[in-house]
């Protein structure tokens, strides 16, 4: 299987940064897209960032020019850097996975356990 586990989240005052890490480990054959959702109490989990396997990228308007996702495909680890912090940018960030664990294996879904950001003066 592959386990998710991020870290780099906390409280920040407004107009701040903050840099999220995800490293994948356990039984990797193959990691496709990773990603980078959140969710705010009381609303739905949505889509933060999004990065292929070789660099391609997508953004929400919500967070175009403020965050940015890479990845280190050697350390099998993806980052979130998250400029410009807003107070609506509070939320639990989950990391997000494509990953086949075996090669005889079908490419499955996998999520981190979450990591709180909290964005308040």
């Known amino acids: 299987q592959v386990h998710l586990v991020e870290s780099g989240g906390g409280l920040v005052q407004p107009e701040g940064s903050l840099r999220l890490s995800c490293a994948a480990s356990?039984?990797?054959?193959?990691?496709?897209?990773m990603a980078w959702y959140r969710q705010a109490p009381g609303k739905e989990r949505e889509l933060v960032a999004a990065i292929t396997s070789v660099g391609s990228t997508n953004y929400p308007d919500s967070v175009k020019g403020r965050f940015a996702i890479s990845r280190d495909n050697a350390k099998n680890t993806v980052y979130l850097q998250m400029n410009s912090l807003k107070p609506d940018d509070t939320a639990v960030y989950y990391c997000n996975a494509q990953a086949q664990p075996y090669m005889w294996d079908s490419m499955r879904n996998y999520w981190g356990q979450g990591t709180q950001v909290s964005v308040s003066s």
């Open positions: 356990g039984s990797i054959f193959r990691l496709n897209t």
